[in-house]
């Protein structure tokens, strides 16, 4: 086989306009190529967005976003990693969505999400909406319950939606713990704000066992105090990283579907992703990036930007 340059393409040598977008400007490996086993951790787009219940648009996330992640280089300026010579990273392209077949939908990510667990590639995923991430867990959390820190100003654990549909981007937590994707008692959700149907979710997450640590109390606590917790609940267990942009709060994203406002600034959503450092992470995502209510492309840089982040928790072992 010929080899790949696993290096990202540098701003220097061609203008971050110019040639093919991937994300970050690294090589596409496809899922079905030969060098797929090299691949450490892979970047996968999910333009899938059927579980979307008001402002349609996360189908269109990934391109988005790989076009803005042009701007990313090589390190980290404030943690000064480099995670491209960290480990192989890829983008491994896109999942093909059937934007109209729910079921289909969801086994077509799973699918593909299997064939990178079984190439031993640690997923870093962009969606889509957060429905999204429930088929990553299914592939991710094949063998066993994983653990899992959610960054997001909902809890997605409702059960269902208009008369008992069961899969929408308000419920994938709760098919994930009913499935045994998750263990509830290693799961922290940070951020939870806004006005709300009824307590349903909160009951659930308390009977559950899941820890949900509200924006009032987050800023209350400060980033330090609340991710030392959520260290210490997740442990060294195996973790997966679910985030929302509408973490956000939407005057510094306002590209997405079901934005709540009161939530953190973009210093302060990089910052609690730094603190995950030192946790046994097996794979993230970045979901709900809606580019038709991003009129100058700034949640998707943010977005962009948060999955640089993630990648380089990724690449600290």
């Known amino acids: ?15 971050r306009f110019a040639g093919i977008p991937t994300f970050m400007r690294l090589p596409h490996v496809p899922i079905t190529s030969d ?10 787009g999910i333009p899938w967005d059927s579980g979307t219940t008001n402002r349609p648009g ?12 042009t701007m990313i280089r090589a390190e980290n300026g404030a943690t000064g990693v480099r995670p491209f010579e960290a480990a192989k990273c890829a983008d491994l ?17 799973q699918q593909f999400l299997a064939k990178a667990k ?14 999204c991430s429930l088929p990553v867990l299914r592939a991710v959390a094949a063998d066993a319950p994983v653990a899992m820190v959610h960054f997001d100003s909902h809890t997605d654990l409702f059960d269902s939606y208009f008369g008992g549909n069961k899969y929408t981007h308000g419920t994938p937590f709760r098919r994930a713990v009913e499935e045994n994707l998750l263990d509830p008692k ?30 009032e109390e987050f800023f209350q606590r400060g980033i330090e ?52 450092k030192g946790l046994n992470l097996i794979g993230a995502d970045l979901v709900e990036v809606s580019p038709p209510f991003d009129m100058n492309g700034m949640t998707a840089w943010l977005g962009a930007s948060l999955m640089f982040e993630l990648l380089c928790v990724m690449t600290q072992v």
């Open 58 to 69: 996360p189908r269109h996330g990934p391109r988005q976003l790989r076009d803005l992640s």
């Open 225 to 276: 105090d609340v991710m030392a917790e959520a260290r210490e609940i997740v442990g060294t267990a195996p973790c997966y990283v679910s985030y929302d942009i509408d973490f956000v709060d939407p005057t510094f994203a306002p590209g997405t579907g079901t934005p709540e406002v009161g939530g953190p600034n973009s210093f302060q959503a990089i910052q609690v992703v730094r603190e995950l």
């Open 186 to 215: 290693k799961v922290v959700q940070i951020g939870i704000r806004g006005t709300a149907y009824d307590r349903e979710d909160i009951d659930f997450a308390r009977a559950a066992g899941i820890r949900i640590i509200r924006i």
């Open 118 to 131: 079984a190439a031993n590639v640690k997923p870093l995923t962009a969606g889509g909406d957060h429905l």
């Open 93 to 109: 392209g896109d999942v093909s969505p059937n934007p109209v077949d729910m079921e289909d939908g969801l086994n077509r990510v």
């Open 35 to 44: 060098h797929l086993s090299e691949v450490d951790i892979g970047l996968i």
């Open 1 to 15: 086989m010929e080899p790949i340059d696993y290096t990202p393409v540098s701003g220097m040598d061609l203008p």
